[in-house]
């Protein structure tokens, strides 16, 4: 299997990888629908929503100043590198990330060696990020690593231009993926020869949709992941295991 999938993936022009928290787990961020994922303790329709925000931004904020706060100690791990690395030294690839996290911009740092643009390995961010702040009335949205203060909601971060509240640059349920990310995520998916998904469960739409995009429109769909996924009957190969294992061995061929 293994043989297999590095010979489909060294031989496609182009290939589409689809990320999501799976891919992160090794680094110590919670999944969603794991175990010990965010939404056992909160459900997404209370925290993760426009309406959740404007009934009770405080709440809101916490969550989100804790992951923000947890990030900070977080470190892309091998499979971030592995994938980045990978990227950098070939062309064709497009990586797409569900992910908050900006994990794969930090290992696209790592590894690129010098002289090379580590944005290169950059993902496009279907959700957005989490180290970004955006307003809730005009178009300011920007990277911002201070800390939140959430004593109050007098306390709480305000748009630098025009005063109103600031909100976590993420796109939460029911809102629109922006545009730009999907049109490039779109293209990828139709282009793919092959189409590599890490770490996703495959619940969430629209993000999950590029991959069955990508295999209606001929591509190989190779799934990493330790548990069940809904890519699973459509997934031509499967390899069972952690990113942060078999992605090294997927890409670089050498152990983890
Ligand atoms: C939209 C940012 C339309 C925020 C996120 C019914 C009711 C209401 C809505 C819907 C509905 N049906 C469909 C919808 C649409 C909804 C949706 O898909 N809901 C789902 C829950 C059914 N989608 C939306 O609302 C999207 N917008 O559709 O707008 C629209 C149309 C017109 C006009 C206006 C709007 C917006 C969705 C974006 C939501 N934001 N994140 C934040 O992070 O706080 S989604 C959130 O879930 C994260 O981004 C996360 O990445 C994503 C998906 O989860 P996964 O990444 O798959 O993570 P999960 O924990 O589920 O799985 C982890 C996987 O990793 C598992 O398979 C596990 O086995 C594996 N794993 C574990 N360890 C490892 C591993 N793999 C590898 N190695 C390991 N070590
Ligand atoms: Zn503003």
């Known amino acids: 299997m293994l043989a297999r999938a590095r010979s489909l993936l060294s031989l496609a022009e182009k290939v589409l ?46 969550w989100y100043a804790w992951r923000r706060d947890q990030l900070a100690t977080c470190r892309p791990n091998s499979g971030h590198l592995a994938l980045a690395r990978w990227i950098l030294g070939r062309h064709g690839v497009t990586l797409v990330t569900q992910n908050v996290d900006n994990l794969h911009e930090a290992a696209a740092r790592a590894a690129a060696p010098p002289g090379t643009d580590p944005a ?13 702040l ?18 109050s909601e007098a306390t709480l971060p305000r748009c630098p231009a025009c005063r109103a509240l600031a909100r976590p640059g993420v796109v939460w349920f029911g809102e629109m993926l922006p545009a730009e ?5 779109g293209a990828a998916a139709r282009q793919a020869d092959v189409c590599l998904v890490v770490g996703t469960a495959g619940v969430v739409y629209p993000a999950a949709g590029l991959a069955f995009d990508a295999k209606r429109h ?3 769909l190779i799934v990493v992941d330790p548990g ?21 061995e997927l890409l670089a061929g050498g152990p983890p």
């Open 17 to 62: 990888v689809l990320t999501g928290a799976g891919i992160s787990a090794e680094s110590g961020v919670p999944t969603f629908r794991g175990p010990d994922g965010f939404w056992q303790h909160y459900r997404p329709e209370d925290l993760a929503t426009p309406e959740a925000f404007a009934r009770n931004p405080r709440l809101v904020w916490e």
């Open 120 to 132: 290169l390995a950059y993902p496009v961010r279907l959700h957005g990020s989490i180290a970004h």
């Open 134 to 151: 955006q307003c809730t009335a005009c178009e300011w949205r920007e990277e911002r690593l201070d800390p939140i203060d959430t004593t």
């Open 181 to 185: 990310a999907l049109i490039e995520a």
């Open 218 to 220: 001929g591509a190989t």
């Open 228 to 248: 069940e996924t809904g890519f699973d009957e459509a997934a031509d190969l499967k390899l069972e295991g952690k990113a942060g294992v078999v992605l090294p």
